[in-house]
């Protein structure tokens, strides 16, 4: 039976494992954040000087209907959603839509008396690197020859995300220098060595830390070094972002995923 709650780590459904598991509830929680401020001179109010967030809990809780006499049946379906939960992964909920949650910690409730047949165990799931859920699929912009360098991205979600691209050189000789600002945010790269037909991705991790690479085919080599200046990654916030890629002819892709708190 499908039940109306499903959660999935890694693509596998936590009800797929045994028939017996029923989802009483789950919550995909918010992100932690920790405001810092500093008391303004003079009078009442305080000031803002940092904003961060931190981390992200979520968590199901599941009952086991199996009878309560059949403890060694109740184990081992306990042990099944264990294993699962703690393979880590991209977590989903039905009730998020096309959204996911990098994880990176797990809490799993002690099993305490298996013959309590109510019992329901409660999975806590804990993202640092990148505490907000995130669309899983990417909002991307083209960037065509004839668009010279310039184009325009509407990043989706309710805070900050960093941007991707792959760039394609298309000048017909190598480019060594190159300039990339999508929104604020502007990388510099010098001795490239961006040969004609090559491309530049700009990518991230699971965990968000920032990939720079060049390709042509199957053959790959770090161009993480090659950047030289400008921002530490391409923050963009939500709406409309400018992008301007200012180096020889190219073709582009930029994309991005919606962060949600």
């Not at 936590?14 to 995909?28: A, F, G, Q």
């Not at 996911?100 to 309590?116: K, M, N, P, Y």
């Not at 995300?161 to 929104?183: D, K, L, Y």
Request: hydrophobic share 40%; with cysteine.
């Amino acid at each position: 039976m499908k039940l109306s709650r499903r959660a999935a780590m890694g693509g596998t459904q936590l009800d797929s494992l045994d028939t017996s598991i029923v989802i009483r509830s789950m919550e995909p929680g918010a992100p932690r954040e920790n405001i810092q401020t500093v008391s303004l001179m003079g009078g009442s109010g305080q000031r803002i000087t940092n904003r961060h967030y931190e981390s992200i809990e979520a968590s199901v809780s599941f009952a086991i209907n199996i009878p309560k006499k059949k403890l060694a049946e109740r184990r081992a379906v306990f042990d099944k959603v264990s294993a699962w939960a703690l393979g880590g992964g991209w977590l989903t909920m039905n009730c998020m839509g096309n959204r996911r949650l990098w994880v990176e910690a797990v809490t799993i409730q002690d099993s305490g008396d298996l013959g309590d047949w109510n019992k329901e165990f409660m999975i806590t799931f804990f993202g640092y690197a990148v505490p907000f859920w995130q669309d899983s699929t990417a909002t991307t912009a083209e960037i065509g020859a004839e668009d010279e360098g310039a184009g325009t991205i509407t990043v989706p979600g309710m805070a900050e995300t960093v941007c991707g691209a792959e760039i394609t050189n298309i000048s017909g000789s190598t480019i060594n220098t190159m300039t990339v600002t999508v929104g604020e945010s502007v990388f510099s790269f010098t001795n490239l060595g961006l040969a004609d037909e090559e491309k530049l991705e700009i990518t991230h991790n699971e965990k968000g830390i920032l990939i720079i690479r060049i390709y042509t085919g199957a053959v790959v080599r770090n161009a993480l070094d090659k950047r030289t200046g400008g921002s530490d990654d391409l923050y963009v916030k939500p709406g409309s972002n400018a992008i301007t890629i200012t180096s020889g002819d190219v073709e582009a892709t930029v994309s991005c995923f919606g962060r949600y708190v």
